[in-house]
Each structure stands twice: as C-alpha cells, then as structure tokens.
C-alpha cells in the first residue's frame, strides 16, 4: 500500500482548516488585501505545504523533523493572525474560538512528530 501525506491525519485537517480560513477570509475588509487576507491564507496554506515535504523527507530524521517543525511555525503564526482578524471584529468569537482550538490540535499532532520522529521516518530507512 502505497501511503502519500495526504493519508496523514494532520494533514487533512490542516487541509480542510485552509480551506476554511479562504472562505472566512473572504469577508475581511478590501483594506486588508495585501495584509492580513494574504498573510492568513499563506501561513494556513504553508502548514499544508511543510507537512508534505516533511514527509518526502522521512528518509533523513533530522530533515523531518526541520520540516515538521516549519509546519509547526506556520501554524503558530496562522493562529497569531486569527488573533489579529479577532480584535480587528472581522470574526466572530465562535468562529475565533472553534479555528483556534483546532490549529491548537494541530500543534499537539505536529509537536507529537517532532518528539517520536521514529514513528514516522520510512521503515526501510529506520535504524
């Protein structure tokens, strides 16, 4: 069976949560085009991004766990620009509060990459 990182778990939600944030993004005020609205779709798009090359780089322990960590970075950075889309009243607390708590989870999947690196590296490849 031939497994790609769209099979990763973390992967498809840091998918799905993209995609979420480009439709929540939408509504933000034209002012913030060239600002926040691309800023929050790139960071949210390069969690998706890193994961894959993170994945490609399972062969080299040191490799995955550079690249899972700039997944984690992105990651952290999205949800510092939901903070931002929060206090400038362009979402909703709900809204705020339910993106947050998931990019949260995906924090806790990707620091668990990090730590057990060896759960993820390919079996040939594995010492």
């Known amino acids: ?3 790609t990182f769209k099979d990763l778990t973390v992967y498809k939600k840091a998918f799905e949560l993209a995609m979420q944030i480009f439709e929540v993004s939408k509504s933000f005020p034209k002012e913030e085009k ?10 949210s798009r390069s969690v998706c991004s ?3 090359e993170a994945y490609r780089k399972r062969r ?17 950075e999205t949800q ?3 903070e931002f889309a929060f206090e400038c009243k362009y979402i909703d607390k709900t809204t705020f509060e339910d993106l947050i708590n998931r990019y949260r989870e995906i924090g806790r999947m990707l620091n ?7 759960s993820y ?3 040939a490849d594995k010492k």
């Open 34 to 43: 060239y600002s926040l609205t691309d800023q929050i779709r790139r960071s």
């Open 50 to 52: 890193s994961i894959a």
């Open 1 to 3: 069976m031939n497994l």
């Open 121 to 123: 590296l390919r079996n």
């Open 112 to 118: 668990h990459m990090i730590e057990n690196p060896e």
């Open 80 to 82: 510092v620009w939901l």
């Open 60 to 76: 080299y322990e040191a490799h995955f766990i550079s690249k899972t960590s700039d997944a984690d970075m992105e990651n952290s």
